[in-house]
């Protein structure tokens, strides 16, 4: 018991402070692929239901491609995929080798997969508001912005918020999937951990508590934000 807080503490040679920094990494990877999606998650609904013909094809191509792929076979082809492309156009240009960062790319890939999902979320909420209700704002002059962004926006929010919850707890999860790129996330510092201590299991069952407790954390604060949003609605 002892050698286990030792190693799991932030002094005398314990990984804590490289947990805590991983688990810093798996939050900003997240928090950035989760807005990402929800932007490409709204403008891929918003052209499915507006858009003209080619624009909903190219919507309904990208939402077909990125649920049918594995994720970490997208994570994998966009990240040598994409170092080799970067490192091809560079190398035209006369300049030397660059680098590809696994957080940017975690962040692009997991935000391109869960736009795909959140786009589908986002159609359904829009097509719940009554279509009166934009009728209404348009019979008291307001622009078509306006009127998305101060009619059906609150409207279509707390009908989204619960399939976005569900998404964002996937994503948390879907985060480990970057240790294959050697990013510094959560799981890749387990990893790490275990092998020079060979103490597989002490490290994954905490990294299990981790994921836990960031999963709990933030159904509370979703929880209330659901609550929050529907409070001018009627009680069921």
Same mark, same amino acid.
């Given at each position: 018991?002892?050698?286990?807080?030792?190693?799991?503490?932030?002094?005398?040679?314990?990984?804590?402070?490289?947990?805590?920094?991983?688990?810093?990494?798996? /939050?900003?990877?997240?928090?950035?692929?989760?807005?990402?999606?929800?932007?490409?998650?709204?403008?891929?609904?918003?052209?499915? /239901?507006?858009?003209?013909?080619?624009?909903?094809?190219?919507?309904?191509?990208?939402?077909?491609?990125?649920?049918?792929?594995?994720?970490? /076979?997208?994570?994998?082809?966009?990240? #040598?995929?994409?170092?080799? /492309?970067?490192?091809?156009?560079?190398?035209?240009?006369?300049?030397?080798?660059?680098?590809?960062?696994?957080?940017?790319?975690?962040?692009?890939?997991?935000?391109?997969?869960?736009?795909? #999902?959140?786009?589908?979320?986002?159609?359904?909420?829009?097509?719940?508001?009554?279509?009166?209700?934009?009728?209404?704002?348009?019979?008291?002059?307001?622009?078509?912005?306006?009127?998305?962004?101060?009619?059906?926006?609150?409207?279509?929010?707390?009908?989204?918020?619960a399939g976005l919850s569900n998404l964002w707890v996937n994503l948390i999860k879907d985060s480990a999937l970057i240790s294959v790129i050697g990013t510094n996330e959560l799981l890749y510092v387990a990893k790490q951990a275990g092998g020079s201590t060979r103490e597989y299991l002490l490290f994954f069952v905490a990294v299990a508590v981790i994921y836990y407790l960031i999963t709990l954390i933030s159904s509370y604060m979703l929880r209330k934000l659901e609550i929050y949003l529907r409070r001018?609605?009627?009680?069921?």
């Amino acid at each position: 018991m002892n050698q286990a807080i030792q190693l799991l503490g932030f002094e005398n040679g314990g990984w804590g402070n490289a947990l805590w920094q991983g688990t810093l990494v798996t /939050l900003e990877i997240s928090i950035g692929a989760f807005f990402v999606g929800m932007l490409l998650g709204l403008l891929t609904a918003l052209a499915k /239901l507006h858009g003209n013909p080619f624009i909903q094809s190219i919507a309904k191509g990208y939402t077909t491609v990125c649920r049918a792929v594995p994720e970490l /076979l997208l994570i994998l082809l966009f990240f #040598y995929g994409g170092s080799s /492309l970067i490192n091809a156009v560079f190398d035209y240009l006369g300049y030397g080798y660059v680098e590809v960062a696994g957080l940017p790319v975690a962040i692009a890939v997991l935000g391109l997969v869960q736009g795909a #999902y959140a786009s589908e979320i986002f159609r359904g909420s829009i097509l719940a508001v009554h279509s009166g209700q934009a009728e209404a704002g348009a019979a008291y002059g307001m622009s078509p912005r306006k009127i998305f962004f101060r009619v059906t926006l609150p409207i279509m929010a707390p009908y989204a918020l619960a399939g976005l919850s569900n998404l964002w707890v996937n994503l948390i999860k879907d985060s480990a999937l970057i240790s294959v790129i050697g990013t510094n996330e959560l799981l890749y510092v387990a990893k790490q951990a275990g092998g020079s201590t060979r103490e597989y299991l002490l490290f994954f069952v905490a990294v299990a508590v981790i994921y836990y407790l960031i999963t709990l954390i933030s159904s509370y604060m979703l929880r209330k934000l659901e609550i929050y949003l529907r409070r001018w609605q009627p009680p069921h």
